[in-house]
T-cell receptor, first 114, second 114 residues
């Protein structure tokens, strides 16, 4: 089955700790994205990657970092610099970064602060 | 500054009737508009899209209408079914140089009642 897998589904972070959220896709898509959703709000773009070994900041990149060493993987690290990390994090991919390509989403990781 | 707005946080419709979900945008440079459906604790699922050069796109029970002069789009679902109960997000892409970055509205919770 082709798709996007995010893990873990739930994650807890202690104050001052970095945590990494996993996102893997087997759709052979070039572009990948990370979004954050807060209650009552739409999805906001954190980082995106148009191709392997390349990524750009989205609208709310502060306190986050990413890497794109392999086509199928785009992990997101929530650093201790992110002061309000509690949210639902969604990873997506699209065949290319052309605007006519719909993005396909994983089922998300819910991050909470202990 | 919210570039994509969904002003109705919720909508209730009877089974078999038409559901109309609305979305407004402010940036005339968007060139694709998309609708996503989201169930709780899951990622959004792509439903239907429309290019800015079209005014209507239809796929089964789902039709999207675009009124560029009013910067308004709507999603019609007919007939509505109980399984359509979900949060619907409007999104826009294609600002020059922005690639496939999506800008989302805040969502409308649709409830289809028996």
């Amino acid at each position: 089955d082709g798709g996007i897998t995010q893990s873990p589904k739930y994650l807890f972070r202690k104050e001052g700790q970095n945590v990494t959220l996993s996102c893997e896709q087997n759709l052979n898509h070039d572009a990948m994205y990370w979004y954050r959703q807060d209650p009552g709000q739409g999805l906001r773009l954190i980082y995106y990657s148009q191709i392997v070994n390349d990524f750009q900041k989205g609208d709310i990149a502060e306190g986050y970092s990413v890497s794109r060493e392999k086509k199928e993987s785009f992990p997101l690290t929530v650093t201790s610099a992110q002061k309000n990390p509690t949210a639902f994090y969604l990873c997506a991919s699209s065949r290319t970064d052309d605007s006519n390509q719909p993005q396909h989403f994983g089922d998300g990781t819910r991050l909470s602060i202990l | 500054d919210q570039q994509v707005k969904q002003n109705s946080p919720s909508l209730s419709v009877q089974e078999g009737r038409i559901s109309i979900l609305n979305c407004d945008y402010t940036n005339s440079m968007f060139d694709y508009f998309l609708w996503y459906k989201k169930y709780p604790a899951e990622g959004p699922t792509f439903l239907i899209s429309i290019s800015s050069i079209k005014d209507k796109n239809e796929d089964g029970r789902f039709t999207v209408f675009l009124n560029k002069s009013a910067k308004h789009l709507s999603l019609h679902i007919v007939p509505s079914q109980p399984g359509d109960s979900a949060v619907y997000f409007c999104a826009a892409s294609g600002i020059t140089g922005g690639g496939n970055k999506l800008t989302f509205g805040t969502g409308t919770q649709l409830k289809v009642e028996l």
